[in-house]
């Protein structure tokens, strides 16, 4: 599967929630590293999703938003990775920052070259990447 979302995890099912419309989804991706999907009943009906099942977990790298500061600060956002800067690539106009996080797993998001300058992003700064969880996509073989 080649797909253009930079972020691929991949890993199992580890929780599941289920409500009327949606079920969260909670997907271990290393480490004590846990990414968070929300997806329609029907899409966890049609995948077959259950406790234990591998999953790919795809999130786009301009989906990611950054925290340099702020662990305290609680946040609707379902999923907050904490890791360390690995690199930052500054373009004209954009940023893409790579996260190391602590279970081995790698996060890239683009932000904007002056949301990098203003966080003080570089090499070896502690770093948290906000991810929404509508913004996860799963997917499971064919």
């Given at each position: 599967m080649k797909v253009s979302a930079r972020n691929i995890f991949k890993g199992p099912?580890?929780?599941?929630?289920?409500?009327?419309?949606?079920?969260e989804v909670a997907v271990s991706i290393g480490g004590?590293?846990?990414?968070?999907?929300?997806?329609t009943m029907e899409s966890l009906n049609a995948l077959e999703l259950k406790t234990g099942k591998d999953v790919v977990a795809l999130v786009?790298?301009?989906?990611?938003?950054?925290?340099s500061e702020g662990s305290d600060i609680r946040l609707s956002a379902r999923n907050s990775l904490?890791?360390?800067?690995?690199?930052?690539e500054v373009g004209t106009v954009n940023a893409e920052v790579s996260i190391s996080l602590p279970g081995g797993s790698e996060v890239a998001s683009v932000v904007t070259k002056e949301a990098a300058a203003e966080l003080g992003l570089r090499p070896g700064v502690p770093v948290t990447a906000v991810i929404k969880a509508s913004n996860v996509i799963l997917g499971v073989p064919a």
């Open positions: 099912i580890s929780a599941i929630k289920t409500g009327i419309v949606n079920a004590n590293d846990t990414l968070v999907a929300v997806v786009k790298a301009p989906w990611v938003m950054l925290m904490t890791g360390t800067v690995k690199s930052v």
